[in-house]
C-alpha cells in the first residue's frame, strides 16, 4: 500500500471524500494538520479510516497568532504517534516570527523527546539549517521526515549525517532543481507526500492517489524500474510505521 506522507485532508472543501478516494484507491494518508483544535476535529471525523492517521500539528506559519494553543498540544500529545506540520519557516512573511517559531518548535521536539520519539514531519522552508541545528539538539526526538525539502546541497548533507527522512512529492519533482535535490537523497529515506490542497498540478489541487504521479519520476532518477522504486519507497514506509507503532 503506497502512502501521502504529507496531506492536508481537512482543508479540503470535502475531507470525508479524499478519505474515501484514497481508500478505493488503496492509498494510506498521513492527515497533518496545522493547529490542536484541528487534530481533535479531524481525528474524529475521519475515524472510521482505517487508511488514514492524523498528525498533531502546530504549523510555523501560525505560530505568531496560534502559539498560545502550545499547552493544548502538549497535553494531546501521549494519544498522537505521528506530529506535524511543524518547523520554522524562514520566508518574508514570516521571518519576523522566528523567535516565536523557534520557541514553539523546541518546545514541540523537548515534548516529543520526553514522550520517548514520535513519528514527525517537518516544514524548513528558507529555514533548513535553522531546523536541522534545532533537531540536532533534541536528540531522541524521534524519525524526522523533511517534507518538500529545498535546502542547499550542505544543508542536505547536514540533514543525512543527522539521519533524516524525506517526503517528496509531484509538485516538487516538476522543477529541475527539485528533482535533483531528491535525486542527492539517500533511497533508504525516501517517502512520498501530496501536501495537498496546497500543491497543485495543472490547476487542480494534488489529492492522496496522485503520489503515484512521483513514482515514475523516482525511478528515473534512481536508474530502476517503477516497480522496483515503488518496492523501495514502500519499504521504506514499513520502517516509519514500525516507529509510530512502538511510540
Ligand atoms: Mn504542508
Redesign the pocket.
Known sequence: MIADM?C?VDLYPDPVQIARVAAQDNVWVLA?TTTPKAWTGTKQRLSNFRNVEVALGL?PELAHVRGAEISFWESLLPKAPYVG?IGLDGSSQYRDHRQIQLKIFQRILTGCKEAGGKVLTI?SRGAATEVLETLEKSPGCGLAIL??FTGTKSELDAAKRLGCWYSVGPAQLRSTSGAQRVAAMPRSRVVLET?GP?AKYQNRALRPSDVIDAIEVIAGLWGISSDEARSQVECNQEEIWRFAQKS
Open positions: 504529507h492536508h497533518v504549523h506540520e516544514h517534507h518538500w501536501d496546497f
